[in-house]
């Protein structure tokens, strides 16, 4: 006979095991004292094939393991995600916020749309993304524009504009901030910072 337990079962059934000397007096009362084959329930990634990701949170960039099934709609759906074991930056070790990664997908309060809230307005309008990525481009033009400076007052070149700054996030690879420095010296943008990782 095969019994398939949790975790949790497995553990009480350890306890239980604990006072089977006690449960020596059951002999004869009817109960069946059978052997009885236990075993774990499977892990649920077992056979499930990872792909390999970084970490989004911090310039650290330690390696994740991302294990997808199909779900039923047909789409792959996350399930876990643990630390790389062959990656050289973490071995599988992740920090207690890159440790929450899978809640950060799997979350029913993920933002999965792009908000608006107009100036002077109390609410939020979700934005389509083709939209949005015309504002930024619309405002940042417009900035650029009207803050652009050709020259200082001593008459020296500078060809800035110090109304505008680029902060990257920590998921930008070496590559996006090649580009995105590049775009923004080219708009005369100073500031520009990231968090550089792998
Ligand atoms: S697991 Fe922690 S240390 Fe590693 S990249 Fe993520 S936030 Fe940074």
Known sequence: MTLSVSRRDFLRLGGGITAGT??????GTGA????????????????????????????VGCGLLVYTEKGADGKNKIIDIEGDYESPINRGTLCPKGAATF?????????????HRKPGATEWEVMGLEDAMNRVVQLTKETRDRTFVEKNEAGIPVNNSLSIFSLGGATMDN?????QQ????????????????I
Not at 22 to 27: N, Q
Not at 38 to 55: M, W
Not at 175 to 179: S, V
Request: aromatic content about 4%.
């Open 175 to 179: 590559e996006w901030n090649h580009i």
């Open 182 to 197: 590049k775009l923004m010296r080219g708009l005369g943008v100073v500031a520009i910072e990231n968090q550089a990782r």
């Open 32 to 59: 069946d004292l059978g052997p009885v084959t236990v075993r774990a329930q499977e892990s649920r990634i077992k056979d499930v094939k990872p792909f390999r990701s970084v970490c989004p949170y911090c310039a």
């Open 103 to 115: 809640q950060l997908h799997v979350n029913p309060n993920r933002v999965t749309k792009v908000l």
């Open 22 to 27: 006690a449960l020596a007096g059951l002999a």
